[in-house]
């Protein structure tokens, strides 16, 4: 396991790629044998999981919700989460604007993006994505800081499907960022790129990438 996270954690460097390292259904050893090796940021997709692993874990390690999140689930993780990458609709932004407040911090996030063509997954097309950016209730959120936008691609062979996924999402970022849609400088991040295509998605423009498998070994309960 860590022969694959050095080699990984090398070639991300070279290219300016932040690795997270998805923990998810994994047991908090091989959290810390991680994080002993040096990774500090680490994805959970449950909050409950999450929480549950968050106390038996150093304090420094950075949290990522990768996740679909449910609005009650929110005040759970509010207090700590260092960005949330599964924002798929105004309402959960604004519990967590909501949560935000009450923690006194501006809650980093990500808007997770539908690029793949599959029905299962969550996301924001690209009309609602805009309307979203576009909206009174969003410009007015001071405890929210929209970072950048994620997307996962459709499970497939398929190379040049999964090539142009990312790069639609690729092209809905350079938009936002060239029209200024977004109110702050740190608009940064594309999230996209997961064990089985993350190479592609570097190749498209990705600056995280979100490695499960490949650090940690298959899960045998997928989800
Ligand atoms: C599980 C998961 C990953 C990592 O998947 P691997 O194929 O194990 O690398 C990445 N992103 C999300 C949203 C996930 O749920």
Known sequence: MNDNYDLIRAELAAAQVTLVAVSKTKPVHMIQELYDAGQRDFGENKVQELMEKMPQLPSDIRWHLIGHLQKNKVKYIASFVHLIHSVDSLELLAEINKHGAKNNRIIPCLLQIYIAREDTKFGL?????????????????????IRGLMGMATMTENQEQIRSEFRKLKRMFDQIREQGLVQNANFTVLSMGMSSDYHLAIDEGSNMVRIGSLLFGSRNTDI
Do not use: G, P, T
Not at 135 to 144: A, D, G, L, R, T
């Open 125 to 145: 097309d690209e009309d609602e994505l805009f309307q979203l950016l576009h909206s009174q209730e969003f410009k007015s959120m001071k405890n929210v800081e």
